[in-house]
C-alpha cells in the first residue's frame, strides 16, 4: 500500500507539473484562436488518466486477493520529502485468533529495505567477543544439542516466524517475557531476522565454564544465552526480561518506565537531595548484601549509607507503593551490588542521576561492559564496603561539580544508549551475527509451537496481559536497525581493559589516603 501510494503521488506530482507546462506552453506559442482546443484536450487528458486510475482501484477491490489487516496511520495529507513516510500500525486481532487458535498468516514476513539507523552504541562490539569462540569452528548440530542440558526453551526462526520448544519453567515469568521481547523483534523487523535455532537458560549465573573448553582435546562450547556472563564462563548474554515488564513486583515496561524516571529525576536536583548513599533490596539472596546490611547508620557510626530490606510479600500486599522506581531518585547516591549473580536493579539505578556507587560486580549484562569507571560510576570495593563507601560519599560532598557530573553522564548513557530501540537493535545484531555461525539448517522441531504476539496477549490475564499491550510493537519500523561496528583489534580491547583498571587502582589510591589520613588525625 505504502509502494502504490508513493507511486501514485509521483506520478500525481509529475502530471501536475505537465499540464502546467502545456497549458503554459500553449497560451505563449499557439494563435488565439487555438486557446479553446488546447484546453479541451488537456481536460480530456486528465480525465481519462483519473478515471483509468478509478478503474483500476476499483477492480483490486473486487479481487480475491486477502485484505490486509493493517491501517497507515495517520491519514496521508501533504506530502513533504523531509517528513518521515507514515508508520504502519498492525493491532492485535484476538477476534480471529480465538475463532481458529491460530497465528496470523497475513502479517508482513518482509519488510521494505530502509537505509540503516546510525552508528550503534560501542557496547554492541561486544557482540563480535561473546561469539568469538565459535569464529572459526561454527555452531554444529551437535554444540546446540549438548546447551539443552540447562535451557529452559529452544527457540526456533524459520521464514520470519517463531516456534518454542519448552524443556522446564522458568522462575516467574522470565521465559514468558523474554520470548514475547523476541517476538516483538520480529514484528519490529519482520523478515529480517535470519533462519536460527538457540538454546536459552533463565538462570541468573552463567554455566559455561571457559576451563572445561580450553586446551587441543577440549570439546568446542556449547552456545548458550542467558542475561549475564563473567570472565570464566562463554555464555551469551541477552537482554533480561525485565524490558518488557517484571509483573510479579510489578515493574513497568522499559520504555514507559525510562519516561517515568526521566520526569522523576526533574523532582529533586542533585544538590538538593540527600547527601547519603542508597540501597534498598533483598539481602537474603548474597552474602554480600548481608555485607552491606552492616553499613548502615547506628547511635555510634556513621557510614554515611542508608540501606534498608524489601520485604516483597508485604509491598505486594500493599500495592508496591513504597517500590516505585521514579519516587527513589532522592539521593545523591545510590548503591549498586550483586545479589546471586547480576541484577536487573542496576539500569534502574544508574537511570537515576544519583552517583552510582557499584560494588566490584563479578558479572555483567549485555550494556554495563560500556560503563566508564569515574565517568558512569564510581567503584567501591567489595571487601571493604562501609568505608570505601563512606569516602566516596565524602569525596563527592566535596567535589560537588564533579560528583554530579558522574550521576548525570550514567543518567544520559541509560536514556540515550539504552532505550527500547538500541535494545531491539543489540538483539537484532547479535541473533543476526550467531545465525552467520550456524552449520545446520534450522529446522522446526516437532514437539514445538509456533508462537506470535496474538497466542501470548490474547489469552493472557491481569498485569502480563496489561505489561505485554503496553510494549508491543506496534508494527513494522521505518527504519533499519543502527551500523554495528567492527570487531575489537586485541590491542584496542587491552588498551580499554587496561585503561579501565588503572582508572579504578586510582580511585583505591585516593581511599587509602584518605584512611591513612583519619588513622594518624585520631
Known amino acids: 500500500m505504502q509502494q502504490w501510494m508513493k507511486r501514485y503521488l509521483s506520478h500525481g506530482s509529475r ?8 497549458i503554459r506552453l500553449g497560451f505563449t506559442n499557439l494563435p488565439a484562436r487555438s486557446h479553446v482546443l488546447t484546453i479541451f484536450f488537456v481536460f480530456l487528458l486528465v480525465g481519462a488518466l483519473v478515471s483509468t486510475r478509478l478503474l483500476n482501484s476499483t477492480a ?7 485484505k490486509p489487516i493493517a491501517a497507515v496511520k495517520p491519514i496521508l495529507g ?3 520529502d523531509n517528513v518521515p513516510p507514515p508508520k504502519l500500525e498492525i493491532p492485535l486481532n484476538c477476534s480471529a485468533f480465538n475463532r481458529t487458535r491460530t497465528c496470523p498468516r497475513n502479517y508482513p514476513t518482509t519488510s521494505t529495505e530502509h537505509p540503516s539507523g546510525p552508528t550503534c552504541p560501542e557496547y554492541f562490539r561486544w557482540i563480535h567477543e561473546d561469539l568469538r569462540q565459535w569464529a572459526h569452528t561454527g555452531i554444529s548440530r551437535d554444540m546446540l544439542e549438548r546447551a539443552k542440558r540447562t535451557a529452559n526453551f529452544r527457540l526456533v526462526v524459520v521464514g520470519g516466524k517463531a516456534y ?3 524443556f522446564r519453567k522458568s522462575f516467574q515469568s522470565r521465559d514468558t517475557f523474554t520470548v514475547w521481547g523476541i517476538l516483538q523483534l520480529l514484528r519490529k523487523y519482520p523478515g529480517k531476522v535470519p533462519d536460527l535455532e538457540l538454546m536459552f537458560d533463565c538462570v541468573d549465573w552463567p554455566v559455561v565454564r571457559s576451563a572445561d573448553h580450553s586446551g587441543p582435546n577440549a570439546p568446542a562450547p556449547p552456545p548458550l544465552f542467558r542475561y549475564c556472563g563473567d570472565e570464566h564462563t562463554l555464555d551469551i548474554v541477552f537482554p533480561d526480561w525485565s524490558f518488557w515488564g517484571w509483573t510479579e513486583i510489578n515493574i513497568k515496561p522499559w520504555e514507559s518506565l525510562l519516561s517515568e524516571l526521566r520526569e522523576g529525576n526533574k523532582r529533586v536536583k542533585w544538590k538538593s537531595r540527600e547527601p547519603y548513599a542508597y540501597w534498598k533490596g533483598n539481602p537474603a539472596v548474597a552474602q554480600t548484601r548481608q555485607d552491606l546490611m ?4 547506628t547511635e555510634t557510626k556513621d557510614w554515611n549509607a542508608r540501606v534498608y530490606a524489601q520485604d516483597w510479600i508485604r509491598e505486594s500486599q500493599q500495592g508496591y507503593k513504597q517500590s516505585d522506581l521514579a519516587n527513589q531518585c532522592i539521593h545523591r547516591y545510590k548503591i549498586y551490588i550483586e545479589g546471586s549473580a547480576w541484577s536487573v536493579s542496576e539500569k534502574y539505578i544508574l537511570a537515576c542521576n544519583s552517583v552510582t556507587l557499584l560494588v566490584k560486580p563479578h558479572y555483567y549484562d549485555f550494556f554495563t561492559r560500556g560503563l566508564e569507571p569515574v565517568h558512569h560510576f564510581w567503584p567501591v570495593k567489595e571487601n571493604d564496603k562501609c568505608r570505601s563507601i563512606k569516602f566516596a560519599v565524602d569525596w563527592g560532598n566535596t567535589h560537588k561539580g564533579k560528583a554530579q557530573a558522574i550521576g548525570k553522564a550514567a543518567s544520559e548513557f541509560i536514556q540515550e544508549e539504552l532505550k527500547m530501540d538500541y535494545v531491539y537493535d543489540y538483539m537484532f545484531h547479535l541473533l543476526n551475527e550467531y545465525a ?4 545446520f539448517k534450522p529446522t522446526v522441531p516437532r514437539r514445538a509451537i509456533e508462537l506470535c504476539s496474538e497466542y501470548m496477549a490474547c489469552s493472557a490475564v491481569g498485569l502480563e496481559k496489561k505489561f505485554m499491550l503496553e510494549s508491543m510493537v506496534k508494527g513494522p519500523a521505518n527504519a533499519g536497525p543502527c551500523s554495528i561496528l567492527p570487531p575489537y583489534d586485541p590491542s584496542s580491547l587491552h588498551s580499554i581493559l587496561q585503561r579501565r583498571e588503572l582508572t579504578i587502582k586510582q580511585v583505591e589510591l585516593w581511599e587509602k589516603k584518605f584512611w591513612d589520613n583519619e588513622t594518624r588525625q585520631s
Do not use: Y
Open 15 to 22: 502530471l501536475h507539473g505537465h499540464v502546467k507546462d502545456t
Open 60 to 66: 483490486g477491490s473486487q479481487s480475491s486477493a486477502p
Open 78 to 80: 501533504h506530502i513533504d
Open 164 to 166: 518454542v520448544e519448552r
Open 294 to 297: 552492616k553499613c548502615n547508620v
Open 436 to 439: 552467520k555461525l550456524l552449520t
